[in-house]
């Protein structure tokens, strides 16, 4: 019978377990449990949303004791992802006292070095541990377990040089687990070098397809806006995420749902910790509707009833599709995906049917769309800067940003001094001041 009793945890998380409800484990915690209990290294695969927190999670409860100092460092991609499995791990150690710890960049240090010296546990982004390893705030001699959370994504933001040398700062004979949805030659890397003959485990691969629905309509890019809010207003949804590829897409599409009476809101790399994770609280208890977000937002985060996912333009990375969509149909539930294609997103959207051919993703006829709108910087009188640059970008969303600096470049001009109130030379200055702008933000994302 496939219950947590028979995964010899101990009373103290059997307990813990309870009080969460939950009745039987998931496949990943029933393959790795034991093993993780028995010392043994071990590399686990499993869909987003199947529970791996609590299988990694439940050994490191176990096994780490009050006033022993750090025993165990779990390395996540994001700060979210900090926060969110410190608070998994703390209600697995309900009744056990040791302390649990997230540790970030992008707010202060000093509290951190304070709580570092109380800690057992500590889920930490690379940066800012590799930060208080350089200043001897956290000592790693006792570390018995090491876990990579998320390692594809922890290897894909250019973290391998920190998270390999904060491994090298941790004992010899530490426990090391690595755990992900999708576990590509990147990470693999890393088993070999660092940990001792790991087992492979692999749960179900993706996300359960039968409980997932996945949609994708086709249409010209200047009714791309007018699809996304038609279907917002249509679909009776719980919570929705939209995903965008740029910062700069993700503000703008939030403000044009906002002056069409949608409740939405973005996160994204640009905003502060404090912004973000306010924001991820409110979408949390339903304050409102839409959460507008890049990458950075779907990795590893669990958002109860997220019944809704919107790709506003297709991942140039296929995995990036497969955690985005991953944050609907979690633990059991059911979802749908809807992608909302233009000419631009094609090749991005052949490389995901490419990568993952267990998708069925079905084509949607195009509803029939009033052309309705309201577009804020249209409707603007005095049109700011801010909301040229945008729209800019928006448009500007592609790989091929050569190209499109002269085609684009040569529409842009010709619409723009139409109806465009200043002189032609203040235009030029400001469209090259967009396209440096342009490539900073690219660049950002690229070491975002
Ligand atoms: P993953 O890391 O695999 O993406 P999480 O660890 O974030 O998934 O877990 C997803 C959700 O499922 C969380 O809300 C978690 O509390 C819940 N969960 C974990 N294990 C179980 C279980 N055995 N039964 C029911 N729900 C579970
Ligand atoms: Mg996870």
Not at 43 to 63: D, H, N, R, W
Not at 256 to 272: C, D, F, M, P, Q
Request: aromatic fraction near 8%; hydrophobic fraction near 35%.
């Amino acid at each position: 019978m496939n219950t947590f009793e028979n995964l010899n945890l101990n009373e103290q998380l059997m307990g813990a377990i309870n009080r969460l409800g939950f009745k039987e484990p998931t496949q990943i915690q029933r393959d790795t449990i034991p093993l993780i209990l028995n010392d043994k290294d071990v590399i686990g695969e499993s869909a987003t949303g199947s529970g791996k927190t609590l299988a990694f999670g439940a050994g490191i409860i176990k096994k780490c004791n009050p006033g022993e100092g750090v025993q165990a460092i779990v390395l996540v991609p994001t700060r979210e992802l900090a926060e969110q499995v410190k608070d998994e791990m703390i209600k697995l150690s309900y009744q056990k006292q040791i302390k649990i710890l997230a540790i970030y960049g992008g707010v202060s240090i000093n509290p951190q070095i304070d709580d570092l010296r109380r800690a057992e546990v500590v889920i930490a982004t690379p940066g800012r541990l590799l930060d208080h390893l350089t200043r001897r705030t956290i000592d790693t001699s006792k570390v018995k377990i090491f876990v990579l959370d998320e390692a594809d994504r922890l290897v894909d933001m250019g973290f391998i040089e920190d998270v390999e040398k904060i491994i090298k700062a941790c004992p010899t004979d530490r426990q090391t687990l690595l755990f992900s949805a999708t576990i590509y030659q990147s990470a693999k890397q890393i088993a070999e070098t660092y940990m001792k003959n790991p087992t492979m485990v692999h749960a179900t691969r993706m996300v359960d397809p039968t409980k997932l629905e996945q949609k994708y309509y086709d249409v010209p890019s200047n009714l791309k806006k007018e699809l996304l809010i038609h279907l917002l207003k249509k679909e009776n949804s719980d919570l929705t995420m939209v995903f965008c590829n740029t910062r700069r897409i993700t503000d703008m599409v939030v403000e044009v749902l906002k002056v069409n009476g949608i409740r939405a809101s973005s996160i994204h790399g640009g905003l502060t910790q404090v912004k973000r994770l306010k924001t991820i609280d409110l979408f949390h208890n339903g304050k409102f509707q839409v959460l507008v977000c890049t990458d950075v937002a779907a990795r590893g985060l669990h958002i109860e009833g997220v019944t809704h996912i919107y790709n506003f333009d297709i991942p140039k990375d296929p995995k990036d599709y497969v955690h985005r969509i991953g944050r609907t149909a979690r633990a059991g539930k059911e979802g749908l995906v809807m992608n909302i294609l233009t000419q631009r997103d094609y090749g991005n959207f052949a490389r995901v049917q490419d990568t993952f051919r267990e998708f069925s993703i079905q084509k949607e006829d195009r509803p029939y769309l009033k052309m309705t709108i309201k577009n804020p910087e249209r409707n603007s009188s005095r049109r700011s800067d801010n909301s040229q640059n945008r729209r800019n970008y928006g448009r500007n969303n592609n790989n091929n940003r050569f190209n499109n600096r002269s085609n684009n470049g040569n529409s842009r001009f010709g619409k723009s001094s139409s109806n465009s109130s200043g002189s032609q030379r203040n235009f030029k200055r400001r469209y090259w001041k967009n396209y440096k702008k342009q490539f900073q933000i690219e660049f950002d994302q690229l070491s975002q």
